[in-house]
């Protein structure tokens, strides 16, 4: 059985930095495409950051590119450094897993099979 379970998730004033952490139990994160999802209230979920090892691939929204940055280390562990967090960035944000690799949509929810149970971040200005 597949588990993803995120942490790290709190409340910062612009400016801040945050480090959300994805543990995997049931799959070998080096073997998957993973990714960080975030919603925020009333709005759809949207793609934040994915990446593949296997297809050795990294993409990122252009909203927080040179800001985030998603990695994978021999822990089965995913993270996703946030720096120079701003408010729209506020939101519940979310691990996402899947076993193929989505080049041209990689963005779309729909494309991932697992999903962690969300860890929200507050970002005030």
């Known amino acids: 059985q597949v588990q993803l379970v995120e942490s790290g998730g709190g409340s910062v004033q612009t400016g801040g930095s945050l480090r959300l952490s994805c543990a995997a139990s049931?799959?070998?994160?080096?073997?998957?495409?993973m990714g960080w999802f975030r919603q925020a209230p009333g709005k759809q979920r949207e793609a934040v950051a994915v990446?593949?090892?296997?297809?050795?691939?990294t993409v990122y929204d252009d909203s927080v590119k040179g800001r985030f940055t998603i990695s994978q280390h021999n822990d089965n562990t995913v993270y996703l450094q946030m720096n120079n967090l701003k408010p729209e960035d506020t939101g519940m944000y979310y691990c996402a897993a899947d076993r193929s690799w989505y080049a041209g949509s990689w963005y779309r929810p729909a494309n991932y099979n697992f999903w962690g149970q969300g860890t929200q971040v507050t970002v005030s200005s």
């Open positions: 049931g799959i070998t994160v080096s073997r998957n495409s």
């Open positions: 990446m593949s090892i296997p297809f050795r691939d």
